[in-house]
């Protein structure tokens, strides 16, 4: 690739792969994850190399990984994730097989159960044959499996000129030892281990013939992991499995819950609530919410600060973690490879050997423009929701830092721009950061540096806020120059992005001041932090609503009309959750609520027919009867701000807000979705005081009510 797009796996290439072997939904594929280790197989448990395996530290170090029975591949019967993401169940049966001992057995004779979790670095499988048949079976079962150990960025379409060595497979009576050593001098092994020894084992495949008896069961247990350790067996697996179970539920359990009356709906709740836990990792700074699986398991910067702000309401403590760590990881030196300055934060962090090697600029790489605005913006929605003044006392230094930063970028033009420092980096540094997501209305590629729109925005609610908390620290003057730069910026994007002719926001300015005249989803970010008048406000949401842009299932990220609009591109027509959850957070603050249950009805459909999991993203194809959302081919899945999606769009409805200064909650107007008549709130924070709040549906209103707080005392304040 001459231009790697870091939120993307190039489409061509992708799509390519993916009919190198037979066709797999992204949506049934499935995902476990623990710390910095991840898998991703498809429904019958394999691993076959095709964008999947099992990844540490951003190298795959399992590309293959496939059972077979009879020198046969299985027939599937049903595949799943249990609830709390810990567990990955399959369930298989045999074609029709010879035994070992040259009988024929019919297909559905045996069932094959392949139970799956990863604890501490670990790829724990339980694999059971259980034979139904009236007589005994003697079978031949094999496991198929290679580690390539290739860069996550080799295994997204990146080419290298040269790679480091694989070392001979050291195998011995249960166990086979793969090594690769990288360029960068590191050492990465995949040791494969049974609990039984195979009756014949090479470097790629180990065959067991196991005898089952009729009515009864026979189990093997296989690890993955750094080294060989103790034989997997019984003990271990359970041991692991508990172990995984108890720290997922201990990250479930932070912050709120919600319960409706709404069985499928809470079904959906529920799943949401455990992808935001499977993909919260735990850092030395305190949880922090990894992007998506498979592409982006890491720390990204603006992902994290908006899956932090979708769940603020419910759980303030992810808000803190993501909070501390891009504090750590704030720039203090200038460098054009990794497009850091004093005071900008960070984009995203590797592990990987490409970038430990500098092949390229994502170790700690900082090519995101609206990363500092969203991380001042989530400090300040942070103290709002908390009244923490402690912990903002340690963040004030990195604020100002990145408030100076702001400052000095904006000098130039009066706005936040962006251009990339060297061909190594992104070329677009917003959240569509494909190469061609940002174009004239004619299709010209605009030449930089460029100001988005949203960015804008971003820096409109990060000095807003700033101000806020700098009166309350009593430091009035720096109070007002930033009340002054809030109110500047916003008068210049009124007066610059607004086009009389299509009254509606410019996606952004090129390097010459002239704006995109192109009408995207981008628009509806200002509605979120508030900039636009209300008229200007009103006039971007008739247009986001209407079919142009909604396309039944949620927001188009580019409207119809556009010369590059395609519903099936990455950025130019797709549906993005959290997009769409962001543009109905500004509706609701223009109080335009009713359109917000519309679009939370929309999403939650399309949940449900992706298996009450949102993907990344989805085509952007109009809605027709009787006919289900379009998946895309390489959307992540799970993503953290999909899955976060569901609670800022509840929180739309509701009309709450928690105001932690005053210890109060607020909610205006509120709405429940459509089909839900009674929803609760549980162990909801608000200060000291945790309480519960109720929702019911009475008529065509819905009144909200407190019971009993568990602690403390908690006003509520409701306006109809």
């Known amino acids: ?344 934060i960070m984009h995203e962090t590797r592990k990987g050997e490409m970038v430990a090697l500098s092949e390229l600029p994502f170790g700690r790489y900082y090519g995101g423009v609206d990363t500092t605005p969203l991380y001042i913006h989530l400090a300040c929605a942070y103290a709002d929701r908390t009244g923490d003044t402690a912990f903002i006392d340690t963040l004030w230094p990195s604020l100002c830092a990145a408030a100076e930063w702001i400052e000095t970028a904006s000098r130039a033009t009066g706005f936040l721009t962006y251009q990339r420092a060297a061909e190594s980096g992104l070329a677009n540094q917003g959240w569509k950061d494909s190469f061609d997501s940002v174009f004239h209305a004619d299709g010209r590629i605009p030449k930089g540096p460029i100001a988005l729109v949203e960015v804008q925005g971003y820096v409109f609610a990060a000095f807003q806020g700033l101000a806020k908390l700098a009166r309350l620290r009593g430091e009035a003057e720096r109070a007002e120059s930033w009340e002054i730069r809030a109110d500047a910026i916003r008068q210049k994007v009124e007066r610059h992005f607004w086009l009389e002719d299509l009254n509606y926001y410019a996606l952004a300015l090129d390097g010459e001041g002239q704006p995109c005249k192109v009408r995207t989803s981008n628009a509806g970010h200002l509605l979120y932090v508030g900039l636009p008048s209300p008229d200007r406000a009103r006039m971007v949401a008739d247009q986001l609503l209407s079919a142009s842009f909604h396309s039944g299932w949620g927001l188009r990220t580019l409207a119809d009309d556009a010369i590059f609009f395609n519903p099936m591109s990455y950025h130019n027509g797709s549906i993005w959750p959290h997009d769409t959850a962001i543009c109905a957070a500004g509706l609701a603050r223009y109080g335009i609520r009713d359109s917000v249950v519309r679009l939370m009805s929309g999403t939650f459909e399309s949940a449900v027919h992706f298996n009450m999991r949102l993907p990344e993203l989805f085509c952007g194809f109009t809605r027709a009867a009787g006919e289900a959302p379009i998946a895309y081919p390489v959307a992540c899945l799970p993503q953290a701000w999909s899955a976060g999606s569901a609670f800022m769009l509840m929180q739309s409805c509701l009309g709450l807000q928690i105001d932690g200064w005053t210890g109060e909650i607020h909610v205006t107007r509120p709405r429940l979705p459509i089909g839900i008549d009674n929803l609760v709130i549980r162990h909801l924070s608000v200060g000291q005081a945790a309480v519960d709040l109720t929702f019911q549906r009475v008529g065509d209103r819905v009144g909200a009510f407190l019971a009993e707080p568990h602690e403390g005392l908690v006003p509520l304040v409701v306006r109809s």
Not at 92 to 101: D, F, G, K, Q, W
Not at 224 to 250: I, K, L, Q, W
Request: hydrophobic share 40%.
């Open 1 to 344: 690739m001459t231009q790697l797009d870091e939120r993307k796996l190039d489409p061509a290439i992708a799509l390519a792969s993916l009919d190198e072997t037979a066709p797999r939904e992204p949506h049934r594929l499935f995902a476990l994850k623990h710390g910095d280790c991840f898998a991703v197989a498809d429904a019958y448990g394999d691993i076959r190399g095709v964008g999947d395996g099992f990844f540490r530290d951003d190298t795959r170090v399992l590309s293959e990984f496939r059972l077979t029975v009879g020198g046969r591949s299985t027939s599937l019967l049903g595949a799943s994730l249990s609830q709390d993401n810990v567990l990955f169940t399959t369930n298989l049966t045999n074609l029709p097989i010879e035994s070992a001992a040259g009988r024929q057995i019919p297909q559905g004779a045996i069932h094959i159960e392949r139970v799956r979790l990863l604890w501490e670095e670990r790829l724990y499988e339980r694999i059971t044959l259980s034979n139904y048949s009236r007589e005994h079976s003697t079978i031949l079962l094999s496991l198929r499996f290679a580690a390539d150990f290739r860069d996550m960025f080799e295994v997204r379409g990146s080419t290298r000129s040269k790679r480091g060595t694989a070392h001979t497979a050291e195998i011995t009576g249960n166990a086979v030892v793969l090594r690769y050593e990288g360029l960068d001098k590191v050492v990465r092994t995949s040791a494969i281990s049974f609990s039984q020894m195979p009756d014949h084992l090479t470097s790629e495949c180990a065959d067991f013939v196991i005898a089952v008896t009729k009515r009864s069961s026979q189990t093997l247990y296989v690890e993955v992991g750094n080294e060989t350790d103790d034989r997997p067996e019984s003990g271990r697996f359970r041991a692991a499995a508990a172990r995984a179970r108890f720290g997922m539920r201990a990250k479930r359990r932070h912050g709120a819950t919600l319960h409706s009356s709404g069985r499928v709906f809470n079904d959906w709740m529920e799943r949401a609530r455990a992808d935001v836990a499977l993909l919260t990792t735990e850092l030395a700074t305190g949880p922090y919410p990894y992007a998506g699986i498979p592409w982006f398991s890491t720390a990204f910067g603006r992902d994290g600060v908006i899956s932090a702000l979708q769940m603020l309401w419910l759980n303030p403590g992810l808000a803190r973690g993501v909070l501390a760590f891009l504090a750590q990881h704030q720039a203090t030196e200038t460098s054009p490879f990794s497009d850091s300055e004093p005071g900008k």
